[in-house]
């Protein structure tokens, strides 16, 4: 079975900035797309961000300019530059894996999920 790992979430003010990762581990995984997600209580799971095999980028509008993704294949982890966070932004957010060679942002399609991590932004 393979297991992802999030951490670096916490509780800041508005304006401030965080730094999450996902580490994958157990069997052998191809992780095609990497993904975070994020999911405030009484909404459904909505996509963040994703990188692909071919290194591309994705980011909802409502991110756009303000989070970075990036991943590092050999340590099989990727990350999420979280800047100028808003309180909107306050959510559970999930990293997710998707072996497929085709992007998407359905939750559905997505192959392994982590447990969360926590992002609390105060104004």
């Known amino acids: 079975q393979v297991q992802l790992v999030e951490s670096g979430g916490g509780l800041v003010q508005a304006g401030a900035s965080l730094r999450l990762s996902c580490a994958a581990s157990?069997?052998?995984?191809?992780?095609?797309?990497m993904a975070w997600f994020r999911q405030a209580p009484g909404k459904e799971r909505e996509f963040v961000s994703a990188?692909?095999?071919?290194?591309?980028?994705y980011y909802a509008d409502s991110v756009k300019g303000r989070f970075t993704i990036s991943r590092d294949d050999t340590k099989n982890t990727v990350f999420l530059q979280l800047n100028n966070l808003k309180p909107e932004d306050t959510a559970v957010y999930y990293c997710?894996?998707?072996?497929?060679?085709?992007?998407?942002?359905?939750?559905?399609?997505?192959?392994?999920w982590g447990q969360g991590t926590q992002v609390t932004v105060s104004s």
């Open positions: 997710a894996a998707d072996e497929s060679r085709i992007f998407t942002t359905r939750t559905n399609a997505y192959d392994y």
């Open positions: 157990g069997r052998t995984l191809r992780t095609i797309t």
């Open positions: 990188t692909t095999w071919d290194s591309s980028r």
